[in-house]
């Protein structure tokens, strides 16, 4: 099917600004509650929030085969569950409706009232009731960085990492929406003394990641073959692993990341469909050793998506302090759908991959505090004219994204979290 959506010469009758992360050829996936106390599921164009069970109800979307409820949802899973031919038909048709040259909802003021709303009028909610959440570790940079700050001096990754994507099973009751404000989390972290004690962390950190959510796409005990893995990812969003250096240091020998990692984990509220990403498809590192035939893949497999991190102290100016791409993971989405399931493991609508910390080769470009500040080394100045080696009491930290090419900006908006004091 033809993905009318991503016509770049398209316009809307929709007032939109030139540098908008979400120009009528973005068309993202989101839920959200009206100021009418409504939760639907809805799109946005510009600063404008579109009612998507309101447009259904109203007929616009006519000849696709959608059950009547499938947007008066408060999570995405089961448009999700329908497949990529109707999100696919979904968002042409969207596209259709608030294409400039198209006059029938634009002309028709009783419907407009019902669908379109101002951004600032609606509140975000986490899009997706998140099955399971997995993250991975597929940065080589990164990986390499934490070889060498635990001490390695060479054979910076372990024997595994260059023959498979690793990761491990995360928490996904704690993921929550951009905007949630996140506690500092309490643990057992050991002292120089070599005694554990419990309190407050004190390495609260930030990982900047890009999630991807799949739909329904196969049976416990069948797995999903890497040329099958495209068509069972719906979008993208960024995501914030919020991670405590300190209880990660004590607890994370020998199962991995548990208490460190599971407090909260941040998304950012609008899906951006892999459709909409089409036009930004980049090669993939070269990989060596050629990777296991059931982790090949043709074509072009990574995306070139621009992410920044910022950091911003309560009524202070935020300050960037790390530009980085998607493009470098070393590991593609696809490779890490194709091994997640190569053993049966089934995945579900809604499921959420993290990519794992994206880390560029450069010291700006690094993806989290430990990397930046080099494990509390190398504090870093904010603009306020205060230093961070980890994050400090009432930070927000903020994650934005955008594919951006000659024609056309397709952006993420915000993943924004504040970090509260520690309290029990
Ligand atoms: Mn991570």
């Known amino acids: 099917m033809k993905i009318t959506a991503n016509n770049t010469k398209l316009k809307s009758w929709l007032k939109v600004d030139k540098d908008t992360d979400f120009p009528i050829q973005n068309i993202p996936f989101g839920v959200f509650l009206t100021k009418n106390d409504i939760i639907t599921v809805g799109t946005r164009i510009g600063d404008y929030a579109i009612d998507l069970a309101a447009l259904h109800q109203l007929g616009y979307f006519k000849g696709i085969p959608l059950t009547e409820d499938i947007f008066m949802q408060n999570t995405l899973n089961d448009f999700i569950s329908d497949g990529q031919n109707t999100w696919r038909l979904v968002r042409n048709r969207i596209s259709e409706v608030f294409d400039a040259d198209n006059n029938k909802l634009r002309d028709t003021k009783k419907h407009r009232n019902k669908v379109i709303f101002q951004i600032n009028d609606i509140e975000m909610q986490l899009p997706i009731d998140v099955c399971d959440y997995t993250d991975f570790f597929s940065s080589k940079e990164h990986a390499m960085n934490v070889g060498k700050m635990y001490g390695k001096k060479k054979n910076l990754l372990r024997p595994n990492w260059l023959h498979m994507p690793l990761a491990y099973h995360g928490r996904s009751s704690s993921v929550v929406v951009s905007g949630t404000k996140i506690r500092r989390p309490h643990g057992q972290t050991l002292t120089q003394e070599a005694n554990p004690v419990f309190g407050p962390s004190k390495f609260v950190d930030f990982e900047i990641e890009m999630g991807f959510i799949t739909t329904d796409a196969n049976k416990l005990g069948k797995n999903i073959p890497i040329e099958e893995t495209e068509e069972n990812i719906f979008g993208m969003v960024l995501l914030n692993d919020w991670s405590s250096r300190d209880i990660q240091d004590w607890e ?8 460190a990692k599971n407090f909260a984990t941040t998304i950012s509220p609008w899906i951006i469909t892999m459709d909409a990403l089409q036009p930004f498809r980049v090669e993939s590192p070269e990989q060596d050793p050629k990777p296991m ?6 074509g072009l497999n990574s995306y070139d998506i621009h992410l920044q991190a910022s950091i911003k102290p309560k009524k202070e100016e935020e300050t960037i302090v790390c530009n980085t791409n998607f493009k470098y993971m070393y590991w593609t989405i696809f490779q890490q759908l194709a091994h997640h399931t190569i053993n049966g493991c089934n995945v ?5 991959f993290g990519s794992g910390t994206v880390s560029g080769s ?8 430990l990397e930046l500040a ?3 080394t190398k504090p870093i100045a904010l603009k306020d004219g205060s230093k961070r080696t980890f994050l400090n009491d009432n930070d927000a930290v903020i994650l934005r994204a955008y594919c951006q090419n000659e024609k056309i900006k397709i952006g993420f908006g915000e993943c924004k ?7 029990l």
Do not use: C, H, I, N
Not at 252 to 259: A, Q, R
Not at 348 to 352: A, H, I, K, T, V
Not at 362 to 369: A, L, N, P, V
């Open 293 to 298: 035939e059931y982790l090949q893949k043709e």
């Open 417 to 423: 979290g504040r970090l509260k004091k520690a309290k």
């Open 252 to 259: 994370s020998v020998p199962l991995g990341p548990f208490l």
């Open 374 to 376: 080099w494990k509390g």
């Open 362 to 369: 450069t010291e700006k470009s690094f993806g989290s505090m």
């Open 348 to 352: 579900r609508s809604g499921d959420l």
